[in-house]
Structure formats: C-alpha cells, structure tokens
C-alpha cells in the first residue's frame, strides 16, 4: 500500500475527530507537539515518520486551528528549514477532499501569441466550455496570465480539468500546489572581495529578481544613496498604500502576489512588505550594498554585502506564511520577464514535476526566451539522494556549501568539563553556574502527559523545576517549553545538522547526542549538577568546503542523464539582512528584533550564485544565459577522488550528486576561455528527445515548426551541450558504454589551441575525440565527442567519478564525469 494512500486513508478517519472536538485548542497543541517530537527524534525520509507527523498536524489544525499553530517554534522549523514536512501535511489535507470539491488548478498554454487581441476572453470561453455555466465560469476563474504567459488559474473539478487538458491550445492542466521556501565572510571565501574589479556603470544597469516572501525596503542593506533613477528598460511597478513606498532607487520594484487570498495580511502590515526575513536576506545576499559593522548582538561581524552592490533588486512577493502557491509563482514570473530583468533568483521549490505541470520549469523557460537566467535552490532534504529540486535543465541549480566560519557555544559543567555544541545563541548569562537538570527529573507529576519528557514536549515538565535552571533535553525544539517555564538556558542534542548553527529562545546550546549522553550520565552522578551555557563565538571551520549536510542530493528521474544540482555555493550560517516585521528566531514569544540574521539553507546558496551571474553578466552584457551558467561551471574548483585541493576539504556524501560541478569562482568565470552554449532550440530538441508532444513545442515557443524532424538532431546520451556529464544507469548490471555530444564556444581572444586532460577512476575509461581543439577567431565553435566505457569493479560501490578539462596557456576548462548505478 503506498504511503500516500495510507496518509489519505488516516485523513478521513481523524475528519469526525477533528470536527468533533475541534474546541479544544490546548488538547490539540500537546498532540502536535507529541507527535512532532517523535518524529523529530526518528529523523526524516521513512513511512513511520511521515506517519506520524502526518497525524499530529492533521489533528492540531483541527484543534486549534493553522494560525494559532504557525505562531509556534516547530512551525517556524519547519516551513523555513524542513519545509519537506509542511509539503507531506498539506498533502494530507488535500487528498481527503472529495471529487465535488472545486480546487485551485493552472491551465498553461505557452507563448502569447499577438495575432490573440483579448487573452482574457479565450479563456473565459474556455472555462465556460468546460464548465457548462458562464457566470459560474467567471466566478471560478482566479487569474490570467498573459504578459508572457499564456494560461490562466481556475477553481475546477477534476473531471473539468481533464476536460479542459483534451482541448486544442492548451498545454497541461495541473492541480495548484504549495511549495516551500527552500553575509559577511562568503563573498571573501569565495574569493571574491570587496574592492574586486567591477564594471559599474553596467552594473547598475543589470536587475535582479527576486521570487520570495518579499523586501522590508528600509535595511541598510538597500540604501539608495548614490543611486540614479531605474534603468529606462525598466518596464515593472511599485506596490504603494497610503504614504508607504516599498521602493526607492536601489529596489525599483515591488509586487505581491496572493491570487487566491489564502492569506489575509495584517491590517498595520502593507501586503508587499516581508514579515518573515526570508525574502530581506536572499535579496541582500544577492545584490545588497556594503555595510560595514553587520552583526547579530556581535556575533558574525564584518561587512555585509551582496554579489552585485551596484546593482538593482525588484522583488516579487509569491511567498506567504503557508508557502508558495503554484498560481502565485508563476505569475512572479510572468510579470518579471514582462519588467524587463536580467537575472531570476528562486529559493524556493518542492517535489520534482514533469516541466509542464511545474510553475518554476515554465516560467524560467519563458525568461530563457527573453534571455534571462533563472537561478533555483536545489532544496533542503539532504544528505539523502533523489531529494533534489528544480532540475530543468535551463534553470541553475544550486547546491549549499560551508564556509571557513562557522559559530560554535560552549558548555561548561559543573565538573569542570567543557562541550561544545553549534548555535545562535545571543545571551549572556550573568551567573557563573546555574542549575543543571534533564526531563526526566524536571518531569510533570500533576496531570496527564501527551509528549516526551526526555525531550521536554509541551506539558511534560514541571514550572517549579524548571524554573531558573538550566535544562538538558533530547532532540530539538525543547528551548520553547523551558522558555516558558522560565528556564536559565537549553542544552539540546540532535543527530544530524552539526554544520548548521541554529538560533536559540533562550540561553542554549546543539550539542551531539554522543555529548547528550555525557551530560546526562554527570546529572544522575550528582545531586547539585551545575552548568553554564556561554555566547556564541565565531571559530575557524578547518573542514571547509564541504557541501551543507542539508543541501539536496541527486539523482533526479525527469531527465536522468542532467546531472542536478548544477553548482555550489555558501548557505550555512550566513549573515545577511532582515525584517523589522519578524523575530531572530520567528516565536511570537521572541521579542530580539535584528537588522542581520544568520540563517541556512539552499535557499541562501541561490542568490550567492545570482549574484554572481549578475557579475559575469555585468562584463559580458550579450552572453547567453546558458553561456554564463557554462562560465561558473567551468570555472568551479571541481570536486573529484583525484582534486583533493581547496575545491572541497571534505568529500560529500553524494559525490557529484552533491556538489556539481564544484563551488563557484566568480572572478575566474569572467574569462573562461571556451562555454558551453545552448540555444532555445537546442532545449526543444531535448525535449523532443524525451518524448514530449510536439504540439506543446509549438504553442510553448510560437515556432511555425510542425514537428521534432525540423529541430535539430539531439545526439547522444543526453541530447543537450551541456557543461558536465552524467550517465545514469538502468540497473545494477548494466555495463557503462554511452557517448555525449559537446560544442565549445571560443569567448577568448585571438588564436588558442586547447587539449584535453582526461582523469579516470578504475573501472571507467573516459575518451575525448578529438583531444585537440584550435580557435583562430572569436566566437568560433568546435565539437567534440566524449566516450565512456566500462564496468563497476566494486560490487558495493554506486557511482564513479572522473573528469575532463579542456587547457590552453590561460584557461581551464572543466567538466566532471559522474557514472551512477543504482543500489540494490
């Protein structure tokens, strides 16, 4: 039985539960938190767990309903970091729903065409088509698209929507869905510092999009001073309420989308605005101005700034608290591409999709018609692989890295032993020892208990015990209850995540579950057990590189020979700006409200390389997206077994499944001597290659060509000139035996001969024919073939892992090779 049915079956027996004592909110509270907790401790990926989260959120947005429950630090958790869990809950809800429930679907049907004068009427005679009842058509429709995107969204049943997927002129028909949101030092990491050579004057001319929960326009990271007016391409607006202006001249734009009211806003609050910090500290990432002296309470100080200071933002509100709807999305990019940018920044996605039932692959290929480069997190459901997100192959995919800085806080016991844990943990204590106590001890005796009181669930602990002490639990999320009953402080323990600092409610400290058990064994040794938890400190992160214990792992099914995600980037514990409209940590019982916070996720690896498209593009204003994507490929410090270099100090589970091409370099990307173009036609080819109805093709572009015949031929195992290799095989027998196709573009200057060095791991012979290439002119194109043969010569071994690079005198150019079987 698939989980999925499971789920929808355990949905509708918990429905006259819910509707029954639906009142009693606190009894619902302790149910979530409960079950939250068993599944915190169990870790992500397995039935059992999607079980059991499953039937606590079910019950408590029965209970207590979805407002009162995002106020509430698991929620904040989960939808800003794992929000994989807020996925599989709404997931639930939906599939209990019956066929007589009209939903939310988007009907897309490609390129606006101009020979159409009303876009709106078509698809008012399209609804009342399928529907039978034209005012009941009007009501039900939401919105049309129709700046760049053809298509519109609707409140339909199902057997209407399949109605209307069968009709001529349109492409596909897909439920509407909830996606989920997927710096100081980074930039200098990356060797990229302040005073880098830049090209101003284009530079203020390049704007970058930002899909996301929106901007708090007064950071100081948005400072317009020395700024002239917006560029004269662009063609975007400025959402205003009353005296308030979400813009000046360094954020030209700013537009929410909330088609379908799933969300009211506050009344004190203009809609535009970024109340949750996600949006603030992309944007800043990407394209904020210098300030010096950015810190959280001092910790992280230094200057923060994005990639691209000179350049202009224009945000594009599609976020709300419950997430990102598809309809929303989809229109951010309609009218993005429609205002004329140059680079779109994504940090958010979800499940991978077939790309014309996914809002992201539609919209980013649109804004690859215009030129544009879409740029996508690649998600947060790492270290497990096939969990990665937004794997069109013309969307940049971006992978989370560490840093050489990372925030550690110690713990010191009363023994006179210390610990050190990771965290945001922004207090002082005044007292040299407090208290020290654990769950167990502090336990509740006065009434029923629902959670666990090792990891000192909601209504398990005793205030009298509690209070001024300090508090061991296990797993997570405890610091909200000992904030609560008035804690000292909070020491945690949890398995996975050590690279990632997270912040604290209170005085706390992440400590291993191997230190957990130390810290337990010292509180049962003694009657008077002592600790006391200090400030957070910044330390060195000797293992850097690597990529981000979070960061989402390839392979990806939709095409099986791309290799996803595309590049790395830093998204742990980067500093960046935030909103005056939020808390540090999000808790409506938080009361620090900060300028800069320290967040993770690929979420913040996404605008690093945003921002480093908008520079290459600032140089090289005519290249193609795909010939800047190929430049910050080729140019990464590539991750190999055989390049143990500053590329990654630490291999990643994953392999290039992980890391991509490697860690971005963006000063090198500026001359990368040959890319790897890819034209629009190229893509259809592919497309063609995996099978899609050409009829789409000709809606989706508007081309006169009438079948795949007419495109050129996608050759090879892949079909695309694509920057790196990856070759997926069938099954665990499968010999490897399969050629790529490839064709180099010379972007270097004058004559230039480049041969190819071949890196191979035992088992895999890698042959590049020819192995020479000469250029006697710009922009002059030259192919070549890459043959891979040979078989895994260890059983228990998954992938191999090589590479080739194409050198001259001046330039590297690299591509790796990743062979991929699956496990048994």
Aim: hydrophobic residues 35%.
């Amino acid at each position: 039985m698939s989980n999925s049915w499971t789920l929808h079956v355990l949905a509708l027996k918990l429905k006259l539960v819910i509707q029954s004592i639906r009142s009693k909110g606190v009894f619902g509270w302790v149910l979530a938190r409960f079950c939250g907790s068993r599944f915190k401790k169990n870790g992500l990926g397995g039935f059992d767990e999607t079980f059991e989260i499953s039937f606590g959120w079910v019950l408590a947005v029965g209970f207590c309903g979805l407002n009162k429950l995002k106020s509430h630090l698991n929620w904040v958790w989960m939808l800003r970091f794992r929000g994989k869990i807020l996925n599989l809950n709404l997931h639930v809800i939906t599939n209990a729903s019956n066929n007589n429930e009209r939903k939310p679907y988007i009907v897309y049907m490609g390129e606006v065409r101009d020979d159409i004068i009303s876009l709106t009427n078509v698809h008012n005679n399209l609804l009342s088509e399928a529907i039978g009842d034209e005012t009941l058509a009007r009501t039900s429709k939401i919105h049309s698209y129709g700046k760049n995107i053809n298509g519109f969204a609707a409140r339909l049943l199902p057997h209407e929507a399949k109605l209307l997927s069968q009709k001529k002129g349109i492409i596909s028909v897909f439920p509407n869905k909830v996606q989920k949101l997927l710096t100081t030092r980074s930039w200098d990491f990356l060797g990229f510092p302040e005073k880098v050579k830049r090209n101003n004057q284009i530079e203020s001319n390049i704007i970058v999009a930002l899909l996301d929960t929106g901007v708090w326009i007064d950071s100081p990271s948005f400072n317009d001073d020395g700024f002239g007016p917006p560029p004269s391409k662009w063609k975007g607006t400025c959402a205003t309420d009353g005296n308030f202006s979400a813009c000046n001249n360094k954020v030209i734009g700013a537009q929410y989308f909330n088609l379908d009211s799933i969300e009211v806003p506050n009344e004190t609050t203009p809609p535009v605005v970024d109340v949750d910090g996600h949006g603030t500290h992309t944007a800043s990432t990407a394209a904020g101005i210098s300030v010096k002296g950015a810190s959280l309470y001092g910790i992280a100080e230094g200057t923060a700034r994005g990639g691209v200071p000179s350049a202009r933002i224009a945000s594009y509100k599609v976020c709300w608290n419950v997430g990102c709807q598809d309809m929303d999305t989809l229109a951010g990019f309609d009218a993005a591409i429609a205002d004329g940018v140059d680079i779109i920044s994504v940090s958010l996605g979800g499940q991978p999709r077939s790309f014309f039932e996914d809002p992201i692959a539609i919209g980013s290929f649109h804004a690859l018609k215009k030129g544009i480069l879409t740029v996508c997190a690649a998600g947060n459901d790492g270290p497990y692989l096939g969990t990665v997100s937004n794997v069109a192959p013309w969307i940049f995919t971006v992978a989370a890295s560490t840093t050489d800085r990372k925030f550690e806080t110690d713990v010191k016991l009363g023994n006179g032993e210390k610990i050190s844990g990771a965290a945001i943990n922004t207090f002082t204590l005044k007292k040299e020892m407090y208290p020290l106590t654990n769950g167990e001890q502090a336990q509740n005796f006065s009434g029923v208990s629902y959670g666990n009181i090792s990891a000192c669930d909601y209504g398990t602990l005793s205030k009298n015990k509690v209070k001024g002490n300090i508090v061991y639990c296990l797993g997570k999320g405890g610091d909200s209850t000992i904030n609560e009953l008035g804690g000292a402080g909070t020491i945690m323990s949890m398995e996975y995540f050590e690279d990632v600092a997270f912040p604290t409610l209170t005085p706390g400290t992440y400590i291993s579950v191997q230190d957990g058990l130390k810290i337990n064994k010292y509180i049962n040794s003694t009657k008077s057990a002592q600790a006391v938890i200090y400030k957070s400190r910044t330390v060195n992160n000797i293992n850097a590189p690597s990529v981000a214990s979070f960061s989402s792992r390839g392979p990806q099914q939709l095409s099986p020979h791309i290799l996803k995600p595309d590049i790395t980037a830093p998204g742990a514990n980067i500093l960046a700006a935030y909103t005056k409209y939020s808390t540090l940590t999000g808790d409506v019982g938080d009361k620090r409200v900060v300028n800069y916070n320290v967040e993770s996720g690929t979420s913040m690896a996404c605008p690093h390389v945003s921002g480093a498209a908008a520079y290459v593009k600032s140089f090289h204003p005519n290249w193609s997206p795909a010939a800047i994507k190929s430049a910050l490929m080729t140019t990464c410090r590539l991750l190999s077994s055989f390049i143990m270099t500053k590329s990654m100090k630490k291999r990643p589970i994953g392999a290039e499944l992980a890391s991509g091409s490697g860690e971005i370099n963006p000063i090198r990307a500026l001359h990368p001597g040959l890319v790897y173009d890819i034209t629009n036609d190229n893509y259809i080819s592919f497309l063609c290659k995996q099978g899609y109805n050409i009829t789409d093709f000709i809606l989706l572009i508007g081309s006169k060509k009438k079948n795949c015949s007419e495109f050129p031929l996608a050759r090879g195992a892949d079909g695309l000139n694509y920057p790196s290799i990856h070759m997926h095989l069938k099954n665990q027998e499968s010999d490897i035996s399969a050629a790529f196709y490839r064709t180099l573009t010379n972007v270097g200057t004058g004559k230039s001969v480049y041969k190819a060095r071949v890196k191979t791991p035992k088992g895999l012979s890698i042959t590049v024919i020819p192995n020479i290439l000469s250029f006697d002119k710009p922009y002059q194109k030259k192919s070549f073939k890459v043959i891979l043969k040979g078989k895994f010569v260890k059983e228990k071994s998954w992938y191999l892992s090589g590479s080739f690079v194409w050198g001259d005198s001046k330039h590297t150019v690299k591509s790796p090779v990743l062979v991929y079987r699956p496990s048994v």
